[in-house]
């Protein structure tokens, strides 16, 4: 497994922004796909957005399309998400997670094998 250690989150108004960050473990981080994914209280674990190993190719939820943007810089094994025009129901913990068995993202969270520890977004209305 690789070891992922996300930063940033917090609480924010409504319309507001936030970036998340994650930093891999490891010298082979430009050689697979990474992915975001959230949890809200009382529901389960879904997809917000995947980046493939060279960036160049990426994929979101219908529900944060058009505000959300994932990317990554794998000089310095990181993968971001930069979240604008934030929304109540954006409110959940985030988790980045390591897909090594794709080069492009998947939706599926049962495909990645390494996951980071959470951090919380609250948006506020």
């Known amino acids: 497994q690789v070891q992922l250690v996300q930063s940033g989150g917090g609480l924010v108004q409504a319309g507001g922004s936030l970036r998340l960050s994650c930093a891999a473990s490891?010298?082979?981080?430009?050689?697979?796909?990474m992915g975001w994914f959230r949890q809200a209280p009382g529901k389960e674990r879904e997809f917000v957005a995947g980046?493939?190993?060279?960036?160049?190719?990426?994929n979101y939820a219908d529900s944060v399309k058009g505000r959300f943007t994932i990317s990554r810089d794998n000089a310095k094994n990181t993968v971001y998400l930069q979240m604008n025009s934030l929304k109540p129901e954006d409110t959940a913990v985030y988790y980045c997670?390591?897909?090594?068995?794709?080069?492009?993202?998947?939706?599926?969270?049962?495909?990645?094998?390494?996951w980071g520890q959470g951090t919380q977004v609250t948006v506020s209305s």
């Open positions: 997670a390591a897909d090594r068995s794709r080069r492009t993202p998947s939706y599926y969270s049962g495909s990645y094998d390494s």
């Open positions: 490891g010298r082979t981080f430009s050689d697979y796909a």
């Open positions: 980046i493939s190993w060279s960036g160049g190719s990426t």
